[in-house]
T-cell receptor, first 113, second 114 residues
């Protein structure tokens, strides 16, 4: 009965590969997000979608492409992985996109070697 | 520019004592603030929030204080327990942009000594 679930939890891959992280929320929320947490624990927003529409794109390289097939899912696809992409990626959701609590998933640990 | 900062990277307290974690923010347009707790290997977990029309809000064992004059936010944890050990983040919304974007501080690690 996990509210925001993302898979895989751990991913180790080689430079240049393409990988995807999937996210689903069962909270009935309208808005979903992807955040990146670096090795110093700094959390920064990457994208947000509201009802499948892109709201925020925080100057993320276009190797990162989010896809929202419906408002309960927001997947993150990463092309041509680089060493600097190694981080923890958190999916999150909220009821509306302003002034409401954002609920996070458990994270996906991506290591690029 | 946008930034949220915490005054101390690590706070060590004795079990049973009260903890106070501080945060400074820079965007005076922000109107919503949240504290999150992140345990090792897990995602940030909501603790408590406060809107800019309030200066204090209480939850179970936690209190958030907001001082808009000096742009300061604090989280008080009463009777700190070992299970409170975690990294604590304050976050502010970018109120002017109305997009739901949260800007996080760097985090304070709370260590509870038995």
């Amino acid at each position: 009965d996990t509210a925001v679930s993302q898979t895989p939890k751990y991913l180790v891959t080689q430079m240049g590969n393409d990988k995807s992280i999937k996210c689903e929320q069962n909270l009935g929320h309208d808005t979903m997000y992807w955040y990146k947490q670096d090795s110093k624990k700094f959390l920064k927003i990457m994208f947000s979608y509201n009802n499948k529409e892109l709201i925020i794109n925080e100057t993320v390289p276009n190797r990162f492409s989010p896809k929202s097939p419906d408002k309960a899912h927001l997947n993150l696809h990463i092309n041509s992985l680089e060493l600097g992409d190694s981080a923890v990626y958190f999916c999150a959701s909220s009821q509306q996109y302003s002034g409401n609590t954002i609920y996070f998933g458990e994270g996906s640990w991506l290591t690029v070697v | 520019g946008e930034s949220v900062g915490l005054h101390l990277p690590t706070l060590s307290v004795q079990e049973g004592d009260n903890s106070i974690i501080n945060c400074a923010y820079s965007n005076s347009a922000s109107d919503y603030f949240i504290w999150y707790k992140q345990e090792s290997g897990k995602g940030p977990q909501f603790i408590i929030d406060i809107r800019s029309n309030m200066d204090k809000r209480q939850g179970q064992r936690v209190t958030v204080l907001l001082n808009k004059t000096v742009k300061h936010l604090s989280l008080q944890i009463a009777a700190t327990q070992p299970g409170d050990s975690a990294v604590y983040f304050c976050a502010e919304n970018s109120g002017s942009s109305n997009t739901g974007k949260l800007i996080f501080g760097q985090g304070t690690t709370l260590q509870v000594k038995p």
